[in-house]
């Protein structure tokens, strides 16, 4: 650890949310205790494991709202962990490692993580990446209603909302990548609502778009191939020129 890494650890705090619970999972002992330390003078409450297992015991016993995750662990690794962890829950994932390699980052993401920052980092920026990926989790229109059903219902399709999975009535089952379920959630979220790519790109990944940044069209053209929309005349997933794109049907959940 860097004495420069160590002196941003000991930043002077600022106002963070007690309720709100972290876990971070990385078997690097004096990071992972820096790492706490410095969430909790944020405000935070953290808890800390070493490994999988660790992970495993402290989410049976109590309630995590994000977790930093290592890729680079002992035993099972952070993507098999995320991939595991993406069965079953919807916890947001940060994924930390030391390789900065750009496959591992779209590995990652395709496991399901919500974002990826490479070691070493500015302890700063995890905690604005936290900020971000919480935002995104909870950010909806003031006027709408959260959709907290497990099943989300649209077209001739339904979304499991743990599994992460899409069925159609014909029992057909397709598996979403993660980059895939985030924006097909922020759609059904937003249902009969244009959004434009700077809407989507905030809500999905938690940052300003570029004005030459085009990665939402190709996910939406992705998107739309899952869910066997014509790509020329589409009824779910239309275009609306020069403002954006709008789910154009009916939401229901259960």
Not at 166 to 187: H, I, M, N, P
Request: some cysteine.
């Amino acid at each position: 650890m860097t004495t420069e890494l160590h002196d941003y650890f000991l930043a002077p705090s600022t106002v963070g949310i007690a309720e709100i619970h972290l876990l971070v999972v990385d078997d690097d002992k004096e990071l992972r205790n820096l790492l706490g330390d410095y969430l909790r003078k944020n405000g935070y409450r953290v808890s800390l494991a070493a490994d999988g297992g660790s992970m495993r015991k402290s989410l049976a016993e109590q309630s995590i709202d994000l977790i930093v995750l290592d890729l680079m662990l002992p035993g099972e690794d952070g993507l098999v962990l995320c991939r595991n962890l993406r069965v079953h829950s919807n916890i947001p994932v940060i994924m930390l490692t030391a390789r900065g390699d750009e496959t591992d980052r779209i590995i990652g993401l395709e496991m399901g993580a919500d974002d990826y920052l490479p070691k070493p980092f500015n302890p700063r920026e995890l905690l604005a990446r936290i900020k971000s990926v919480l935002r995104r989790a909870h950010t909806l229109p003031d006027t709408e209603e959260p959709k907290n059903g497990r099943y989300l219902h649209f077209a001739h399709w339904q979304l499991d909302t743990v599994t992460r999975n899409l069925r159609a009535k014909d029992g057909l089952v397709v598996a979403l990548s993660g980059a895939e379920y985030r924006l097909l959630k922020v759609f059904l979220e937003h249902a009969n609502r244009v959004l434009s790519r700077e809407q989507l790109l905030d809500l999905t990944l938690g940052k300003d778009a570029d004005p030459f940044d085009r990665s939402i069209d190709v996910q939406i053209s992705r998107l739309r191939q899952r869910l066997g929309d014509n790509a020329k005349e589409p009824v779910i997933i239309k275009t609306v020129r020069s403002e954006g794109y709008i789910l154009s049907t009916e939401v229901s959940l259960n």
